[in-house]
């Protein structure tokens, strides 16, 4: 109905009447891979702390007989996220991959497959899944969205500025943000600042929650005195108490890194 090229051709877009008949998808763990690409960098090849072999042995163990190991991985510096060369060069080459394989894709109706880096299936995906080198371990969930726990707001703009949307990269490449109402509320002027400078910077899509830990807490202990809270999911937002609870420790974990910047 409020597709043009539908309504001329007489055809519904699900049979290809629509002008452009790409395919979405989504993706999530880029922030892990890079991650643990760089940490197998570190520990491998220059420090040569642990072999490849043994490194990935733990690893599918899920690290049960290596605390020691385990310890020094958690505690490594985070790199997606950080507006280092190294860094965006290795997402982009990565995701330069991924889209020389989607664009040789056709649908039936002449389309290809455009891709994104973040997704709210994050949490989902990552139950089901085996632990990595970036820190996370087996069934926890990936990395959120274009975010990092490390780095300033400026820096984490100034990496996703740098990231390439071309070809087949921009089904939803989200910079997400938890920010403390306290930090606002003593720099409103500045936070204006920041959102234009980031504008002009360039990015494809922002999200944030502006929303203190002690509030998530407490209604997640009392979801009947929160009835109305809402929070930004991906694309979308949704009531805090219908999220399942793995979904709001993640979010009330995230406000806690938050309120430690």
């Known amino acids: 109905m409020f597709t043009g090229q539908c309504n001329k051709s007489r055809c519904d877009i699900s049979d290809g009447g629509a002008q452009y008949n790409n395919y979405g998808v989504t993706t999530v763990g880029l922030g892990n891979v890079i991650d643990s690409l760089l940490n197998i960098k570190e520990l491998v090849f220059e420090k040569r702390l642990i072999t490849l072999k043994e490194l990935n042995k733990a690893r599918l163990s899920d690290f049960k007989k290596d605390d020691k190991l385990y310890t020094i991985i958690s505690n ?111 720099n409103k002027e500045k936070f204006n600042l920041f959102l234009k400078g980031a504008i002009f910077m360039g990015f494809f899509q922002m999200q944030m929650n502006l929303m203190d830990s002690k509030t998530l807490i407490d209604a997640k202990k009392n979801p009947n005195r929160y009835p109305g809270l809402i929070v930004r999911v991906w694309g979308f937002s949704a009531y805090f108490n219908d999220l399942p609870e793995d979904y709001q420790n993640i979010l009330i974990n995230r406000a806690i890194m938050a309120e430690s910047i």
């Open 76 to 186: 490594m510096n985070k790199h997606y996220g950080h507006d280092d060369k190294l860094t965006i060069e290795l997402a982009n080459k990565i995701t330069e991959a991924m889209a020389d394989v989607a664009k040789n894709y056709k649908n039936k109706f002449g389309g290809t497959v455009k891709f994104g880096l973040s997704s709210p299936s994050y949490n989902k995906r990552g139950m089901n899944a085996n632990g990595d080198l970036s820190g996370r371990k087996a069934r926890e969930a990936f990395n959120t969205h274009i975010s990092c726990s490390d780095v300033t707001y400026t820096e984490l703009v100034g990496f996703a500025s740098k990231l390439d949307y071309t070809e087949q990269r921009y089904n939803g490449n989200v910079i997400d943000f938890f920010i403390s109402p306290i930090m606002i509320s003593g």
